[in-house]
């Protein structure tokens, strides 16, 4: 129960941070092609990192 519940808090938690991130950086992008992602397999599949790119003090504030 406990692992089911922190699953579902992380993946709230990210969302909003991802959100607040996306409307702050408007140029925010992936910095690599697709296929040069890595995938970390376990119970779930997740990336390994993502390299992205923005320019600094461009922002949607």
């Known amino acids: 129960m406990h692992i089911g519940l922190g699953r579902s808090l992380a993946r709230l938690e990210g969302r909003e941070v991802l959100t607040a991130i996306f409307e702050q950086m408007l140029d925010l ?3 690599v092609d697709e296929s040069e992602l890595e995938f970390h397999i376990s119970e779930a599949r997740s990336l390994r990192e993502l390299p ?4 600094p003090g461009k922002s949607g504030c």
């Open 29 to 31: 992008r992936v910095a």
């Open 52 to 55: 992205a790119v923005f320019t």
